[in-house]
Each structure stands twice: as C-alpha cells, then as structure tokens.
C-alpha cells in the first residue's frame, strides 16, 4: 500500500501563493490517481483536483481552475498543488489521497494523508 505525507501549507494573504506537495512511499503506483481534497470547518470535504501518476489525465473543480496547477514528478513520487490568487475561501485543511480511478468523490479514495492547513487571510 501507499503512504501520502502533506506539506507546505502555511498562512498567507489574499493574493499569495502557495505549493502543497504530497510525498508518496511503498507501493506508490498502486494508486493510479493522487488527488488533492480539502476540507473547511464546519463544511464537507470537497474535491480540488486529480492527476495520473502518467500525467495524461488532470481535472481541476471549478472553484480552482485558473488559479491551481496539479503537477507530478515521477522521479521523488511527489505531487504538488501550486496554488496562485489565493482567496479567504480557500481557507481548509488540504489532503491528499491516492485511489484506482480518475474520480471525484473522496469514497472512491482508499489512501489519505494527515492533510496540511492553509489559512488565506483577507
């Protein structure tokens, strides 16, 4: 099985940026797809964007597009999230979770991480 370790979140104001990365260890290509969630207090966890460890399949919510990029390097089995424009709503817990399927619901996930928080103020 693979292991997912969050890091790089931080706090920053409206505007900023930040680059998340999940380091990957084991059997890292047993989970085909590395995604990115996040969670906010008091809401539900949402979907932000998946990647194929191959690189040929992305998809971003819309909430994100534009502003965050998913990225992958084979050679560290990391996954990164570079976030740009960063606004208060993306306040949350991000986390990332490795799974079969190119999907968006996080039950389709079998694989998370402790998550990193990120704390955009305004």
């Known amino acids: 099985q693979v292991q997912l370790v969050e890091s790089g979140g931080g706090l920053v104001q409206a505007g900023g940026s930040l680059r998340l990365s999940c380091a990957a260890s084991g059997r890292v290509f047993s989970s085909n797809f590395i995604s990115w969630f996040r969670q906010a207090p008091g809401k539900e966890r949402e979907f932000v964007a998946f990647?194929?460890?191959?690189?040929?399949?992305?998809y971003y919510a819309n909430s994100v597009k534009g502003r965050f990029t998913i990225s992958r390097d084979n050679a560290k089995t990391t996954v990164y999230l570079q976030m740009n424009d960063l606004k208060p709503e993306d306040t949350a817990r991000y986390y990332c979770a490795g799974g079969p399927l190119a999907a968006r619901r996080e039950n389709e996930y079998d694989v998370w991480g402790q998550g990193t928080q990120v704390t955009v103020s305004s």
């Open positions: 990647i194929r460890w191959s690189g040929d399949n992305i």
